[in-house]
C-alpha cells in the first residue's frame, strides 16, 4: 500500500473536522459500570482492569479485558471511553476506543472480531454509538477484523509524532468508524 508523505491544507481541514465532530459525539461517563457476563456462547470476556483516566499522560478512562475460550485467556481487549484526549483532543481519533490483540497460538479463529462485539453494552452504557477502530496499514489481520465488523475504512492517516503510536514505531494507521446504533 502506498502512502502519502505529506499532507496539504486541504487534507489537515478535513482530519481537524473529523475530529471535531467525533468529539461532538455523545459519551458519558460518570463512573465504571459493573460489567455484566460478556458471552457469545464460546467466548468471553474477563474485566481485569478499570483504568481510571490519567491526566497527565491525555488518557480518557477505559475498560481491560481477557479474551478467554475454555478457561484459557487467549488474548485481550480494551475499550477506551470517549472521543479525545490528548493534543488538541485528537488521542482517540489517532488511537481507537478499541485496542485488540490474540495470542498468535489462537489467531485465525475470529476471536477478535467477537471480542469487539462482546463490548457493544458496555460502550452503549456510556452512550457511544460509534466507535474508532485503528491499525497499522501493514497489520492485514486487524484490517480483516475491521471488515468483518462491517466498519466503514474512513482513511490512512500519517500519524503525528506526538501520539504514542509513533514513539512505539508506527507512522501510518487505518481509521475505521465503527458504528455500533
Same mark, same amino acid.
Given at each position: 500500500?502506498?502512502?502519502k508523505?505529506h499532507?496539504?491544507?486541504?487534507d489537515?481541514?478535513?482530519?481537524?473536522?473529523?475530529?471535531? &465532530?467525533?468529539?461532538?459525539?455523545?459519551c458519558?461517563?460518570?463512573?465504571f459500570? +459493573? $460489567?455484566p457476563?460478556?458471552s457469545? %456462547?464460546?467466548? #468471553?470476556?474477563v474485566?481485569?482492569?478499570?483504568?481510571?483516566?490519567?491526566?497527565e499522560?491525555?488518557?480518557?478512562?477505559?475498560?481491560?479485558?481477557?479474551?478467554c475460550k475454555?478457561?484459557e485467556?487467549?488474548?485481550?481487549?480494551?475499550?477506551?471511553?470517549?472521543?479525545?484526549g490528548?493534543l &488538541?483532543n485528537?488521542?482517540l481519533y489517532?488511537?481507537?476506543?478499541?485496542g485488540? +490483540? $490474540?495470542d498468535?497460538?489462537?489467531? %485465525?479463529n475470529? #476471536?477478535?472480531?467477537?471480542?469487539c462485539?462482546?463490548?457493544?453494552?458496555v460502550?452503549?452504557?456510556?452512550?457511544?454509538?460509534k466507535?474508532?477502530?485503528?491499525?497499522?496499514?501493514?497489520?492485514?489481520?486487524?484490517?480483516?477484523v475491521?471488515?468483518?465488523?462491517?466498519?466503514?475504512?474512513?482513511?490512512?492517516v500519517?500519524?503525528p509524532?506526538?501520539?504514542?503510536?509513533?514513539?512505539?514505531?508506527?507512522?501510518?494507521?487505518n481509521?475505521?468508524e465503527?458504528?455500533?446504533?
Amino acid at each position: 500500500m502506498e502512502h502519502k508523505l505529506h499532507s496539504n491544507d486541504n487534507d489537515e481541514l478535513v482530519i481537524q473536522n473529523e475530529i471535531a &465532530y467525533y468529539n461532538s459525539l455523545p459519551c458519558v461517563f460518570e463512573g465504571f459500570i +459493573d $460489567v455484566p457476563m460478556l458471552s457469545d %456462547g464460546e467466548i #468471553y470476556l474477563v474485566c481485569l482492569e478499570k483504568q481510571p483516566a490519567n491526566p497527565e499522560k491525555n488518557w480518557v478512562p477505559g475498560y481491560l479485558f481477557a479474551i478467554c475460550k475454555d478457561g484459557e485467556r487467549v488474548g485481550n481487549i480494551s475499550l477506551r471511553i470517549g472521543y479525545g484526549g490528548g493534543l &488538541y483532543n485528537s488521542n482517540l481519533y489517532y488511537g481507537g476506543q478499541i485496542g485488540y +490483540d $490474540v495470542d498468535e497460538s489462537h489467531r %485465525g479463529n475470529g #476471536y477478535a472480531a467477537r471480542a469487539c462485539r462482546l463490548l457493544i453494552p458496555v460502550a452503549k452504557e456510556h452512550s457511544m454509538g460509534k466507535l474508532l477502530v485503528n491499525n497499522d496499514v501493514n497489520n492485514h489481520a486487524s484490517m480483516r477484523v475491521c471488515e468483518k465488523l462491517g466498519a466503514r475504512h474512513i482513511r490512512v492517516v500519517r500519524l503525528p509524532e506526538w501520539t504514542d503510536l509513533y514513539q512505539e514505531g508506527q507512522r501510518f494507521s487505518n481509521i475505521y468508524e465503527w458504528d455500533i446504533g
